[in-house]
Nanobody, 124 residues
Framework: QVQLVESGGGSVQVGGSLRLSCAAS????????LSWFRQAVGKAREGLAT???????TYRDAVKGRFIISQDRSKNLLYLQMNSLEPEDTAMYYC??????????????????WGQGIQVTVSS
């Protein structure tokens, strides 16, 4: 069973940047979708950015222009570059993997595997 491990979280001031990484433990197969989600205290998990086997990217409106998803296929690594961070970005961040084509890539129900999550805190 594939394992996903996030890293790169932490605390940052308003306007700062962080880059999250997610390492997958094995080859993903020929069709897949990788994603970044977050969950703030008391709120539902929400999709932020996704990338699939064909290189298609999807972003949540709230992070378009600020967050960039990318990957290094040779190393099974997924990244999320987060810029212009705001206090509202404070949350646990998770990477997710869907084995196959994700019809609704920003929907939590599409994903079969999740990392353990990593905290991002943005302070003013």
């Amino acid at each position: 069973q594939v394992q996903l491990v996030e890293s790169g979280g932490g605390s940052v001031q308003v306007g700062g940047s962080l880059r999250l990484s997610c390492a997958a433990s094995e080859y993903l197969g020929s069709r897949w979708c990788l994603s970044w989600f977050r969950q703030a205290v008391g709120k539902a998990r929400e999709g932020l950015a996704t990338i699939d086997f064909d290189g298609r990217r999807t972003y949540r409106d709230a992070v378009k222009g600020r967050f960039i998803i990318s990957q290094d296929r040779s190393k099974n690594l997924l990244y999320l570059q987060m810029n212009s961070l705001e206090p509202e970005d404070t949350a646990m961040y998770y990477c997710g993997l869907s084995r196959g084509y994700a019809r609704r890539p920003l929907s939590v129900t599409e994903y079969d595997y999740w990392g353990q999550g990593i905290q991002v805190t943005v302070s003013s």
